[in-house]
């Protein structure tokens, strides 16, 4: 397969290169780190899985950024590996653990499934073993950055409790983390294959918005029509503001007003686009917390720890870029380019 990341370096390379040649580049490295690569076929694969790419609102700069950030994260988990390595780790035994792992795994599931399961990933048992120990050695590695005692540290664990004066503090400055605000939408989802194509869905959504509007009962069109979403009329939980993952619905949620519908969005799967509709049914804002309560000082101190843990780790990468040799491909080096005004 030619993906389509490797065909954009024709124009990058003299064309008498691929003439005459009788081979056909199938694909290539796009990124060398120390000793360990990555491929344009692990990058395109990583694209397609992060839905973000396949937004048709994605502007070239978005997409660029997008990329860059993409490429660090790739650069980070191959570095992270190869520094769990360094750090001198029995490769027997984690090679052992990395096996038992994969039984236990097996066990769960059955032989059959289990088998089912890597054919349809196209994996074997052995690339299967190999990326378990990759795993486990970032894991060994993140840990250590960490202080986290695993048994294998060198060192205490760094001290990230957050003592009770400094959470109220924390509490009052970071309302967002602990009641955002919530709200219900009721869903009307259709794929364009159930209506013939992209065209044909688009009008079907915007005759039920104009039907609504005439006096048609949403909930009972959603059952009805809808090809996705129709339980209990498409009505969703209530849903924290921030943890709305589409940025369009993300927005209508606090700008929208009870009983709108949400501009139409797209949103592509493999085989068809599929088209979704919201109607916002409720709302509820923030309100003050108890300060008291000990549930949700328990729950706002994992979140701190987290937020502390991304920062130790983000850090802990940046050392890890800086020291590595690292080369990536003058294809992607648009995605590198500060974006321009």
């Given at each position: 397969?030619?993906?389509?990341?490797?065909?954009?370096?024709?124009?990058?390379?003299?064309?008498?290169?691929?003439?005459?040649?009788?081979?056909?580049?199938?694909?290539?490295v796009?990124?060398?780190l120390?000793?360990?690569?990555?491929?344009?076929?692990?990058?395109?694969?990583?694209?397609?899985?992060?839905?973000?790419?396949?937004?048709?609102?994605?502007?070239?700069?978005?997409?660029?950024?997008?990329?860059?950030?993409?490429?660090?994260?790739?650069?980070?988990?191959?570095?992270?590996?190869?520094?769990?390595?360094?750090?001198?780790?029995?490769?027997?035994?984690?090679?052992?653990?990395?096996?038992?792992?994969?039984?236990?795994?097996?066990?769960?599931?059955?032989?059959?499934?289990?088998?089912?399961?890597?054919?349809?990933?196209?994996?074997?048992?052995?690339?299967?073993?190999r990326?378990?120990?990759?795993?486990?050695y970032?894991?060994?590695?993140?840990?250590?950055?960490?202080?986290?005692?695993?048994?294998?540290?060198?060192?205490?664990?760094?001290?990230r409790?957050?003592?009770?004066?400094?959470?109220?503090?924390?509490?009052?400055?970071?309302?967002?983390?602990?009641?955002?605000?919530?709200?219900?939408?009721?869903?009307?989802?259709?794929?364009?294959?159930a209506?013939?194509?992209?065209?044909?869905?688009?009008?079907?959504?915007?005759?039920?918005?104009?039907?609504?509007?005439?006096?048609?009962?949403?909930?009972?069109i959603?059952?009805?029509?809808?090809?996705?979403?129709?339980?209990?009329?498409?009505?969703?939980?209530?849903?924290?503001i921030?943890?709305?993952?589409?940025?369009?619905?993300?927005?209508?949620?606090?700008?929208?007003?009870?009983?709108?519908?949400?501009?139409?969005?797209?949103?592509?799967?493999?085989?068809?686009?599929?088209?979704?509709?919201?109607?916002?049914?409720?709302?509820?804002?923030?309100?003050?917390?108890?300060?008291?309560?000990?549930?949700?000082?328990?729950?706002?101190?994992?979140?701190?720890?987290?937020?502390?843990d991304?920062?130790?780790?983000g850090?802990?990468?940046?050392?890890?870029r800086?020291?590595?040799?690292?080369?990536?491909?003058?294809?992607l080096?648009?995605?590198?380019?500060?974006?321009?005004?």
């Amino acid at each position: 397969m030619i993906t389509a990341l490797l065909l954009s370096l024709a124009p990058l390379l003299p064309q008498s290169e691929f003439e005459d040649t009788g081979w056909e580049l199938v694909d290539g490295v796009a990124l060398h780190l120390d000793d360990r690569i990555v491929l344009f076929s692990e990058l395109e694969a990583a694209m397609r899985r992060n839905p973000a790419f396949q937004s048709p609102e994605l502007t070239g700069q978005d997409r660029q950024s997008m990329q860059l950030q993409l490429i660090e994260e790739l650069e980070n988990l191959k570095l992270e590996v190869q520094a769990g390595r360094n750090e001198g780790f029995d490769p027997q035994r984690i090679e052992q653990v990395a096996k038992s792992q994969i039984l236990e795994s097996k066990d769960k599931l059955g032989a059959a499934k289990f088998s089912d399961q890597l054919r349809a990933n196209g994996a074997s048992i052995e690339q299967l073993s190999r990326d378990q120990a990759d795993s486990l050695y970032s894991r060994l590695w993140r840990s250590k950055q960490l202080g986290e005692d695993l048994g294998f540290t060198e060192r205490l664990s760094r001290d990230r409790y957050i003592r009770p004066g400094m959470l109220k503090s924390i509490f009052r400055v970071s309302r967002d983390l602990i009641n955002p605000g919530t709200v219900e939408f009721r869903f009307f989802v259709l794929g364009s294959a159930a209506v013939g194509g992209e065209e044909f869905a688009l009008e079907w959504m915007e005759g039920v918005q104009k039907r609504v509007t005439d006096g048609e009962d949403f909930a009972s069109i959603v059952t009805a029509e809808a090809s996705e979403e129709r339980a209990n009329g498409g009505l969703q939980p209530a849903i924290e503001i921030p943890r709305i993952g589409i940025p369009e619905l993300r927005e209508f949620a606090t700008s929208g007003k009870l009983g709108e519908f949400s501009p139409i969005i797209r949103l592509p799967a493999e085989d068809q686009t599929v088209f979704l509709m919201a109607r916002l049914e409720d709302r509820v804002d923030q309100v003050e917390p108890d300060f008291e309560d000990g549930e949700l000082q328990n729950d706002f101190r994992q979140r701190i720890k987290t937020s502390v843990d991304q920062r130790l780790l983000g850090s802990a990468h940046k050392r890890l870029r800086s020291r590595a040799n690292i080369w990536i491909h003058p294809a992607l080096a648009g995605a590198l380019r500060a974006p321009q005004p």
